[in-house]
């Protein structure tokens, strides 16, 4: 497929849509991008600093039609970041994932298609095929989606709509399913920078349950070039899975950016587990390898970097722990759970 000349990238501000900004930054020298973000408690702005003049920063929602409209102009592609991508908050309310995950999506779809624009992508997840443990399979784009948290269900109603409007009128729909990311500019409510976080303060790395639960760990970096892959070869109509190919427990996680910041294995603390809790999620990504994209960082050399970025931009993740917002989101979830620790194992 030929360049596209100018992109909207919905939820620009966040983490991972920042990170595809910059690698499109990097690798399509000719292409304009609109950098669209409602700035939400996740969205920063500081992710898009110095990414130069072929940027240009919209603040808006993805639920208003005129915003959208506005940003719409001249744009050739749209690829849609823009969620709600806390699997807690989303147990603690799940509205404001229905209002961006599924009505934002149709707004975006309805003014793409009135945009004429020429391709869009959604980004999706994972989730979408529910819980696969007590099996060694891995999950392929034919399955049946089987979302179970209120997240991931608003994550798979976005994906009927995004395929329906393919269906329905003929818009050129592509999805990307992309495993847990991490990497720098996360949000720390994730396990990976919460953890990192905690620890470079000296503080409980709150494990759910038994730290049994397996995701397959993605360096941002190639989740972007997933990404960007699809967007330039998938087939119409289909979705890809992106995935490291690397499944890492809770306890994992935990034990390895310890022992990478050279911090006592003590701060963990087995706490009440996530209700419903998805214990595997491991996806297939032979179909968008099959499109020549690799994944690249290996798990050990992520971590690492990552783990290096927060050390080195304690100013960066100092500003968000600070804030009310994210001070009272960690008392709500967390405190009642710290109360009740758990043994290890128990
Ligand atoms: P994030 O929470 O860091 O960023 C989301 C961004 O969307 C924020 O900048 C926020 O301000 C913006 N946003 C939220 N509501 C909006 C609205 N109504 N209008 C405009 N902007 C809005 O999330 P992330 O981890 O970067 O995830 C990005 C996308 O990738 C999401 O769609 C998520 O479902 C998907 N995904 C994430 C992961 C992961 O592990 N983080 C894995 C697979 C897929
Ligand atoms: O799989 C892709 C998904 O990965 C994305 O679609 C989501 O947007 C993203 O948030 C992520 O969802 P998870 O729920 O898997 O990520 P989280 O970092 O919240 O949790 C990862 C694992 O760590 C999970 O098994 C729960 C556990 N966990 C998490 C937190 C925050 C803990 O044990 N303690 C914690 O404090």
Redesign the pocket.
Known sequence: MAEFNRILV????????SGYVRYVVEQHAATQLVA?????Y???PQNLDGLGDRVTFVR????DVEAVRAAMEGVDAVVN??????VDRSLQDARPFV??NVE?VAVLLDEARRARVRRFLQ????EVYGDLSGSDRHSLETDVLAPRSPYAAT?AAAEHLVRSYGISYGMDVVITR????YGPR??PE?IIPLFITNALMDMPLPLYGQGTAVRDYLYVDD?CAGIDTVLHLGASGEAYNLGARTEVTGVEVARSLLRHLRKPEGLIQFVADRPGHDYRYSVDPGRAEALGWVRRVAWDEGLAATARWYADNRAWWDAVRGSAGFRGYVQRHYGPRLSQTQAAGE
């Open positions: 919905t939820g620009a501000a966040g983490f991972i849509g669209f973000d409602a700035l939400t996740a969205g920063n808006g929602d993805i639920a970041f823009a969620a709600e991508s806390h209002r961006t934002g980004v999706s997840t994972d994550k992309g495993s847990n990311t996360q949000y994730k989740h």
